[in-house]
Nanobody, 121 residues
């Protein structure tokens, strides 16, 4: 059974860095688009970044230049390196796998349980 497990979240200060990991198992995930989404309290889930296993990347405007998505095919793991963190980056971050290279969460079929990122000012 396909499974995505996120890790690496935590409580950091404004301007700090954090690196999230998403370990994929139970499927041939190198055929999927891997994406990161986030959901802040009281808000809808929003797109953060996506990768075709490092051959092509896509970012939301709010994180472009600060966040970097990468993938390790050998480890079936996707990463999200987050720099210059801001309070508005506070959210639960979710890893998703889909078959279309889009920012639309509805195009992602598999989801992890999420990892909390809190940026304190």
């Amino acid at each position: 059974q396909a499974q995505l497990v996120e890790s690496g979240g935590g409580l950091v200060q404004v301007g700090d860095s954090l690196k999230l990991s998403c370990a994929a198992s139970g499927g041939t995930f190198n055929r999927y688009i891997m994406g990161w989404f986030r959901q802040a309290p009281g808000k809808e889930r929003e797109f953060v970044a996506a990768t075709m296993w490092s051959s092509l990347d896509l970012y939301s405007d709010s994180v472009k230049g600060r966040f970097t998505i990468s993938a390790d095919n050998a480890k079936n793991t996707v990463y999200l390196e987050m720099n210059s963190l801001k309070p508005e980056d506070t959210a639960v971050y979710y890893c998703g796998a889909g078959t279309r290279f889009t920012m639309n969460g509805a195009d992602y079929s598999y989801w992890g349980q999420g990892t909390q990122v809190t940026v304190s000012s």
